[in-house]
């Protein structure tokens, strides 16, 4: 009998799978911190024999070539796939025995379009397909986004992804269970997935891939990308070159004078507290990237690439989350960090700093007593569906290169949910401006009044 579990990599929106029988197991596409995994191999008594990639990836740091170090696990990437590092090179069709007494095996098919080289892998039992490991080829819904390659290929890549979700509907029976890497919150996927699970068969009647013809879903598919993080240019030249171990072990402990130092320096200090907590006391010219709201993706998206980061959280235990967040995407170490509360982060004789929190409602209201300035951190795909009237949109990923085009006056700053907003709120507040954060879900700004639909 066969086993699949999901090892959820939650904050950047992607799964890794282990996979096997009663003695053997496969590992698919693994986060950077490997731990979890040898965790989920000993729960069910098995030995990693094997390691596969689907694709070298863009969106985080991957743990393949340690993982397989460390196991002494045989280590599959795609054959065009250009790699430094010794590994199996896989080609299209061939075989992997997994556990023979389970009669377990992998099978290769070729599915370009996330990447020219992307490989999904057939998870067959006694002959028969179980699941197929589809990383960022057909998605829940959807499938992986074609332009992280290089601009130029894009358009080829996108039809190359029809083909790709076509020929895995061919080839599996309607019963597979499609199992991603990427959908589950990833800027990896270029469209919103629904659902948590999913079957070939399902995907035959609901994903655009697989319902529309090529030229259609093409020309959608492009119209709809957004933009890409901006620390996505440096996975995959990390990933190709072979990551180094992940390094989880605590920072050096920093005091109100470092830190302090270190802000003075021009250095970046990042709360991790939730947004509320910031909002009420802070130090003055950190920023707010709470630990449960996306910390990697957006961190690593705004933060010059090599910037030293200073860590200010609540407790050791925020802390330690937020390093195994940061090092997915190669943040590999903290410059300092400090645990507790702003009081403690401050030097003697200063205040923490704070800004008031407010809702649509609230900003209804001021706006009936005078004019304010009302920024938009949301992304554009998001403003098409209705905004402020007439707000001004900075999407929260360049507002930190935007700042001057913020017009004067008091800047109530909004996103979809609240968490955006506070990490832009945290960035005005540094910058010395006057500034509420809107910490409110963007319906109710349509119950006050406030929005209107693009033209």
């Known amino acids: 009998m066969f086993f699949v579990d999901t090892i959820e990599v939650a904050g950047l929106g992607n799964r890794s799978y282990l996979a096997g029988g009663g003695r053997t197991a496969v590992a698919v596409d693994p986060p950077r911190d490997v731990d979890r995994l040898i965790a989920a191999a000993a729960l069910r008594g098995v030995r990693i024999s094997h390691v596969v990639e689907t694709h070298v990836h863009n969106d985080y740091v991957t743990g393949g070539l340690e993982l397989a170090r460390l196991t002494g696990a045989a280590y599959l990437v795609p054959a065009g796939a250009r ?16 556990d023979a007494d389970a009669g377990l095996v992998l099978r290769a098919l070729a599915t370009p379009g996330h990447t020219p080289h992307h490989t999904a892998y057939v998870l067959e039992e006694g002959g028969t397909v179980v699941a197929v490991f589809t990383g960022g ?19 080829d890549l996108a039809r190359a992804q029809h083909a790709s979700a076509h020929r895995l509907a061919a080839e599996l029976p309607d019963e597979t269970a499609v199992l991603p890497t990427h959908g589950f919150g990833s800027f990896c996927s270029s469209g919103q997935a629904e659902g948590d699970a999913t079957t070939i068969g399902k995907e035959k009647v609901a994903n655009d891939a697989l319902t529309r013809d090529v030229d259609t879903f093409v020309a959608d598919l492009l119209a709809g990308l957004d933009d890409i993080p901006a620390y996505y240019t ?39 507290r939730n947004r509320v907590a910031f909002a009420d006391g802070h130090v003055a010219g950190s920023f707010n990237f709470e ?120 800047v109530w700053v909004h996103c979809a949910g609240g968490m955006r907003a506070g990490i832009a709120a945290s960035l005005l507040d540094a910058a010395g401006r006057e500034v509420v954060a809107v910490d409110d879900a963007f319906d109710a700004a349509e119950q006050a009044g406030l929005t209107v639909r693009a033209a």
């Open 137 to 155: 080829s057909l998605l829940i819904g959807t499938v992986g986004r074609p332009d992280l390659v290089e601009p130029r290929m894009t358009e």
């Open 291 to 410: 630990a449960e709201g996306q910390l990697a993706t957006y961190l690593a998206w705004l933060i010059p690439w090599g910037k030293p980061v200073t860590l200010l959280a609540e407790s050791a235990e925020q802390l330690a989350a937020a390093q195994r967040e940061l090092v997915r995407v190669g943040i590999d170490r903290p410059a300092a960090a400090a645990t507790g509360e702003p009081a403690a982060w401050v030097r003697e004789g200063e205040r923490p700093a704070s800004f008031p929190r407010a809702t649509f409602a609230d900003l209804a209201d001021r706006r009936g007593r005078g004019v304010v300035v009302v920024l938009d951190v949301r992304r554009a795909s998001e403003r098409v569906g209705g905004f402020v009237e007439g707000s001004v949109h900075i999407p929260v990923h360049t507002l930190h290169r935007r700042l001057g085009d913020i017009p004067p006056g008091e």
């Open 234 to 272: 440096h996975m995959g030249p990390a990933n190709a070159a072979g990551p180094a171990p992940a390094d989880l072990t605590p920072p050096s402990v920093a005091d109100a004078e470092e830190i302090a130092a270190r802000l003075a320096a021009g250095e970046w200090v990042v709360d991790l």
């Open 83 to 98: 790699v430094s590092f010794d590994r199996i090179p896989v080609h299209d069709t061939d075989v992997t025995v997994i």
